[in-house]
């Protein structure tokens, strides 16, 4: 498709990609950027054997709306950001590195648009990190995201975020992990008491853990 995201840069960092063991797909949240959470996040996983992807969005945002808008409401902004986050793990495929070996990591609007796309293109992936994110709309309907083709197989997820978030409702944090866990991810939730809208150390470490795992063979 075409929409306002699709004439965004992708910013690579870390190994190259025709020479990575592993590829992390690192979608940003609204007012930032693809720089911005490479340098945040990408630093904390920089290890040898990993590359690095981050689509940017139009003017920094991927949808005007609160995520938990009616969807249409976040139109065209929501399906390009989605087609952004398939680019970036497409890139990865092409230069040879497998879904199983891609991990799909967003904060904010770019914890729901990572969270979105893996519950609408099920398969097995390296792993979902949602950080103060959920599933995108006005309600979540299990049953819309069951009746794709596929399963997750296993896929490595986490979700973490704070019980005050002022963005990200708690409840709508456990529909996610309810919809990723009955399509098959092995999911972890971790809601942190006052943290408020932002990034622990201990959602670091898991991130860590997971790239670690994948370097070392732990994706079967």
């Keep these: 498709m075409t929409g306002p995201h699709q004439d965004q840069p992708l910013v690579t960092a870390g190994t190259d990609l025709d020479d990575a063991e ?16 490479v340098q945040q996040l990408g630093r904390e996983i920089d290890r040898d054997g990993v ?13 005007p709306n609160s995520f938990l808008a009616p969807v249409e409401r976040n139109e065209p902004g929501r399906s390009s950001g989605l087609q952004a986050v398939e680019n970036a793990v497409e890139t990865a495929i092409d230069a040879g590195v497998p879904h199983e070996r891609v991990l799909l990591v967003g ?11 893996v519950a609408r293109t099920p398969r097995r992936y390296g792993g979902l990190a949602v950080l103060s994110g959920g599933l995108i709309g006005e309600t ?20 973490g975020c704070s019980d005050a978030d002022p963005h990200i409702p708690e409840e709508r944090v456990h529909a996610t992990a309810e919809v990723l866990d009955d399509l098959g991810g092995d999911v972890t939730t971790r809601i942190y008491e006052g943290m408020g809208h932002g990034v622990n150390a201990d959602e670091l470490d898991h991130l860590d853990e997971m790239v670690a795992d994948l370097l070392d063979g732990d994706h079967t």
Excluded at 51 to 63: I, V
Excluded at 107 to 117: A, I, P, V
């Design 22 to 37: 592993v590829a992390v797909a690192l979608t940003h949240g609204r007012g930032a950027s693809a720089e911005s959470i």
């Design 140 to 159: 979540v309907d299990p049953d819309d995201y069951l009746a794709v083709e596929g399963d997750l197989d296993g896929t490595p997820v986490f979700l």
């Design 51 to 63: 590359a690095l992807l981050a689509p940017q969005a139009a003017r920094s945002t991927w949808y």
């Design 107 to 117: 904060f904010s609007q770019g914890g729901c648009l990572s969270s979105e796309f």
